[in-house]
């Protein structure tokens, strides 16, 4: 079995994999039926009530696998009736309330919401309490629980709510794509669209017009069963022309925004396209602050398509909001569709590659710091970097913000001009991209990882690495 | 005016398409012919056992840092 953080994606991939195999072959059509039944093949099941609840689920993931809704213009989609309406009551004491004498939970509650019954249980006023979770922090028996939908825990821009049916309802108005919530929901209930059939069609139209592949450098914590040149040759062997490091793209970034920075004495960051539409939906006044440098994958792309007539530019990384950004009006240019890493994995095996027992191909085209734009904190020391090469006199003051927490505090901040710092580093996820939701694994040491490759990279210098692109800063 | 590509893929890149790039911009403005001659890069040829790949219009190159001179007065000066 391949390497999953959790069974949900497994499932995800399994589904997506097979939608591939049968457009390598030209017999999706034929065979879009039966592909619910291959996956769930038997009489008992194993995930749901029954296996047509099982299999009409599927049919879903089937429709998502092939770029879902087309009248929902949000990547992100509830898949309504795999929804499992988990419990929404909030905060709520257990039977593991001993109805001890201290009675922290009320002498902590600000709002006088906990009282006692007869037999000295704390019960909770849900008319008086706001959630704040400090009852549960002093309870020595830890019995007070946080009874919240996965799925709008890990929204922190609070976009989900139930709709009449209690299913998850995604307000596409507050929505930035991260994908928090694809990764958390339990039972794979909200998920992301797919683009594979696009890539597939571009595949397969590749001697007319070569495609080029875009590698994030977080794939350095990703396919950790086989070597990353392995990984280079099996998407050679899928029908990319060339992969490149979008890490080059950083490289050209941390440059041009070295120089926006000092020009301007205050900026957002832009790279991720998540933290980028937060400031527009949450943040309105701020906007004129985001850097007005393209993305590292965009960047990249534009490059490509300048010089090289009919190219067709694929992005493959860890994050479901590249996949809304390819679509912006001044991206959908440059790039003509994006995989996530599970992506790429579905289409290894939708092909039968074995990437282990491939030749090691080779990637080299990024410096040190354009490959650290993969984890929190790299693109501030790109940019620092940057400023010394360009001999720019500017001490850069990096507020770095990993999560959307963070980000809010430090946009707060600003708003109220109260920040202490002239650049803000936002990204969406926590960790940086290393964290994001379309990553095959997350782990403690993908940071490690992603340092490890930085250093690896022949070119020590962002001037080095981008000289050969004749590129005007 | 002559046209010279320069690989810049992976492959080519770690055998030293930017040393060759380099030299190439130092020749060209040494031997001042640069309203005659455009430089620029692509990423892969689909030749990266013969890196670094290099075409001058279409005639395809075997190039290292070591003969990029003398790949330059054979193949670019004596064209322009």
Redesign the interface.
Known sequence: MRKFDTKVQHLKYKVLREVARHAWNDRLTENILDIPKQIVPGNEPTMRCCVYKERAILDERVKLAMGGDKTNPNIIEVISIACDECPVGGYEVTDACRGCLAHRCEDVCKRGAISFDRNHVAVIDKSKCVECGACAKVCPYTAIVNRTRPCQNACKVKAISMDEKKAAEIDNNKCIQCGACVYQCPFGAITDKSFILDVIRLLKNSDENKV?ALVAPSISSQFTYAKLGQV?TGMKALGF?????AALGADMVALSEAKELSEKGFLTSSCCPAFVQYIKSAFPQLTPYISHNLSPMATLAKY?KD??PNAKVVFVGPCTAKKAEAQLAHVKEYVDAVLTFEELQALFDSRDLELSGLEE?????ASYFGRIFARSGGLSDAAAQAMKELGIDFTIKPVVCDGIEACRMALLKKSKNALDGNFIEGMACIGGCIGGAGCLTHGEKNKAEVDKYGREA??KTIG?AV????YEV | MVKIT?C????C??KG??QV??QLQDLIAKHNVGDRVE??????M?KCQQGVCVTVDDTFYSVSPDTAEAFFKEAVLAKV
């Open positions: 080029y280079i022309h060339t992969v490149i490091e490509i010089t090289t191909g080779v990637l080299d085209n022949l070119e080095d000289s050969v692109l004749n | 320069v810049i893929g992976s492959s890149h770690i398409s930017r790039v380099e430089l620029s890069g692509t990423f892969c689909g």
